[in-house]
């Protein structure tokens, strides 16, 4: 029998300390309460509904081998940006599938359609893999076939036959309009200072045209570089046998190219730029000039050009034609080109929150709260499996597709893919991508 007085004791402690908690809960630790110093506001706003769940075997991981495209200066962070078209490719295909390398250079990707995983698998590495813009019905992956020998093939989803297969560099993309595929590869040349890019335009359906080769000789433009190959006997033996409209670009260190259009081309850099369409089977050049030439996706390329006397002047053409606009000197400078950019007219972003002339996008909080919400998970496959720390060091690793509403997470040993909580961040940028 406990005496009645140490009951109404006990009592009134625990109402002191329920007192105490109220009134110091709110405050952050730093200012002497008991709270977290910052917890994400979307945390309040409900957890993450979980839409599917691949378990992962010992050995595999979303990681791509040895690829990066020929005007990408550094690996692309593998959880990617956006998603957008105009991106190095991501392992996390935006809000429907993966793409895994393994050991024993086996690979797949897997596809969530019809709520079960489809494998695609592959007895080559995986140097690049991307689903097309829109419905995402077509797969294009480059493997690597064995010491600089690559493959890129384009797959029907989700019957997964192979439409075709070429030779090719270590990557290949899709026009931003999904209308098109553009691959190449390096000719052999004296060294990076004399580099050649030869590149093809290839087509989402049926079999590539007969090969054609880009005669860089338009009226009232420059002629072509000097030791730039303009006949097919010219290039190599594996340039002679890529199909398709062929063009051969020369490149330097700090090169870019864009393609915004399956029968548009634009290539920049320290030697001027050139604008290219695809005519009858063959690339034209439209317009060629001086200057830095850069992108503002998915909206119009921009270019800053030498005065004749002294200063700058910067300029903007839509994507299809190079019509040159240019603009007042108290417009505001453009932020250095990078591929996680998108614009709008007079402001960018990035999926990483960076700005240019940017207020009206609200910040993004969604990858901090699903990062902490997925530690205890990354935690227990860090004690399960001795890869996970050298895969995942720091945490789970997180991508978020915000226009799609979904996320992807990697804790280890498998990775999920959730809803986001619907903010009007996410519903702005649907209506901007989408």
């Known amino acids: 029998m406990i005496p009645q007085r140490y009951i109404i004791a006990s009592l009134f402690i625990a109402a002191m300390l329920l007192l105490f908690a109220v009134v110091q809960a709110p405050r952050p630790v730093s200012a002497g309460g008991v709270g977290a110093e910052s917890a994400p506001a979307v945390m309040s706003l409900g957890g993450f509904e979980s839409l599917a769940e691949l378990r992962m075997e010992e050995g595999w991981s979303p990681r791509f081998q040895g690829a990066q495209d020929p005007d990408q200066l550094e690996a692309w962070p593998f959880e990617g940006g956006f998603g957008t078209p105009w991106e190095p490719a991501s392992p996390y295909l935006a809000d429907q599938g993966l793409a895994l390398n393994g050991p024993r250079g086996r690979s797949e990707v897997v596809l969530w359609r019809g709520l079960e995983w489809r494998h695609y698998r592959f007895d080559a590495p995986l140097c690049s893999a991307r689903l097309s813009p829109g419905k995402g019905s077509r797969l294009l992956v480059t493997l690597l076939m064995g010491p600089s020998r690559f493959e890129t093939r384009l797959l029907e989803v989700p019957e997964g036959r192979v439409l075709w297969s070429t030779q090719s560099g270590p990557w290949s993309r899709f026009s931003w309009d999904g209308k098109g595929i553009l691959l190449g590869f390096f000719e052999p040349g004296q060294g990076k200072a004399d580099s050649r890019l030869l590149l093809s335009q290839l087509p989402l359906d049926g079999e590539p045209a007969e090969a054609t080769l880009a005669a860089w000789n338009e009226p009232g433009l420059p002629p072509a570089p000097r030791g730039l190959a303009t006949k097919a006997t010219a ?20 090169d870019q190219l864009w393609f915004p259009r399956g029968d548009r081309l634009w290539h920049g850099g320290l030697q001027g730029w050139t604008a290219w369409s695809l005519q009858g089977g063959h690339w034209v050049r439209q317009a060629a000039g001086s200057g830095t030439l850069t992108a503002h996706p998915p909206l119009r390329m921009g270019l800053t050009e030498p005065l004749p006397q ?4 910067r300029k903007t053409s839509p994507l299809d034609q190079a019509v040159w606009t240019a603009l007042g000197a108290d417009a505001p400078s453009w932020p250095a080109w990078d591929a996680a950019w998108v614009w709008r007219e007079n402001a960018a972003f990035d999926a990483w929150d960076q700005r240019w002339n940017e207020t009206a996008l609200a910040p993004e909080r969604q990858r901090q709260a699903l990062t902490l919400s997925f530690r205890p998970e990354w935690r227990a496959a860090l004690g399960l499996r001795a890869s996970v720390k050298g895969w995942l060091p720091k945490g789970p690793e997180v991508a978020l597709r915000e226009p799609l509403g979904v996320g992807w997470i990697w804790v280890g040993d498998r990775v999920l893919l959730v809803r986001l909580v619907e903010v009007e961040r996410t519903r702005i940028l649907r209506k901007l991508l989408h």
């Open 235 to 254: 290039l190599s033996e594996d340039g002679q046998d890529l199909p398709g409209a062929r063009l051969e670009l020369p490149w330097h260190p700090g």
């Open 310 to 313: 002294e200063g700058m002047v």
